[in-house]
């Protein structure tokens, strides 16, 4: 399995954004160096808005909590059961959101 990691920066073009994926191998819930460590991919560019938003358990009452446009990891402890991502390109339509299940971890697994 692999972490994956969504980053947004300014296009090298100067116009607009672009949304770059980073792939870092994990076992057991620990990163695994790579000998040639992997450069972040730009999986598209051309964008006006990169909108991530975060669903998981309220840590008070147990229950679905509202959606999130951050995680706090030292107040959650754990990851989001639901992960949204939204883009709009500079020009054309917005593209259909992204709602994507977050594997938990399970007993003996890792963290």
């Known amino acids: 399995p692999y972490l994956h990691e969504l980053n947004v920066r300014r296009a090298a073009s100067g116009e607009g954004s672009e949304l770059l994926l980073g ?8 990163r695994i160096p790579e ?17 991530l938003r975060y669903r998981g358990i309220n840590v ?12 706090e990891w030292s107040e959650q402890q754990r990851p ?14 917005a593209w259909p959101e992204l709602v994507v299940a977050i594997a938990q971890a399970r007993p003996g697994v890792g963290p």
């Not at 000998?35 to 909108?51: F, S, T």
């Open 35 to 51: 000998r040639v460590p992997r450069p972040p991919e730009v999986i598209a560019d051309g964008l006006r808005e990169v909108r």
């Open 80 to 93: 989001p059961l639901l992960v949204s991502i939204s883009v709009q390109p500079l020009q054309g339509r």
């Open 23 to 30: 792939l870092e191998l994990v076992n057991a819930g620990q």
């Open 60 to 71: 008070d009452d147990g229950q679905l909590g509202d959606w999130q446009d951050s995680w």
